[in-house]
């Protein structure tokens, strides 16, 4: 087994190592130095989203969303919320379908807000609809996150 996970950078997209015995809060980028747990959801592009469900050894739950929705808009804070609190046990990201269909496409992201947990590459798990923080919270424990 090895000491490291493989963390991608949301601000320049490449691969870091980080020592699991290294608190993740300390963890900085090799390549850009910036850190690589904001506590923040990251707005991705397709190629963004791409590079973390294939790469990130953490999962990656990612907010299906456009800014006419009003449940999205609705879920929004409980989302970054929830990121705050849990990260860096998951990485949270958030796409706007709107801007980037051809990467919702092919997940078949037929109604948002739509939330999909990744885990290197693979589909864990999918929810439609707006939800709270408990509700939210709830869905994530469900699936031993």
């Known amino acids: ?41 990251i707005k991705v592009d397709d190629d963004g989203l791409k590079r973390h469900i294939q790469k990130d050894d953490l999962p990656v739950l990612v907010d299906f969303w456009a800014p006419w929705c009003a449940p999205c ?7 970054e919320q929830l990121a705050s609190e849990v990260e860096p046990r998951v990485r949270f990201l ?18 948002i807000p739509t939330l999909i947990l990744f885990k290197r590459g693979r589909e864990l798990a999918r929810v439609s609809g707006a939800m709270d923080k408990s509700g939210l919270s709830n869905w994530l424990q469900q699936q031993n996150i």
Do not use: W
């Not at 000491?3 to 490449?14: A, D, F």
């Not at 020592?19 to 506590?39: N, P, Q, V």
């Not at 958030?94 to 109604?111: F, M, V």
């Open 1 to 41: 087994m090895s000491n490291t996970k493989q963390v991608v950078c949301p601000y320049c997209n490449k691969l870091s190592r980080l020592s699991i015995a290294k608190d993740a809060d300390e963890g900085h980028c090799g390549a850009c130095h910036k850190r690589l747990f904001t506590g923040k959801a």
């Open 73 to 79: 808009k609705m879920m929004a804070p409980v989302f």
């Open 94 to 111: 958030k796409l706007n379908t709107e801007d980037y269909p051809s990467a919702a496409a092919p997940l078949g992201i037929r109604s």
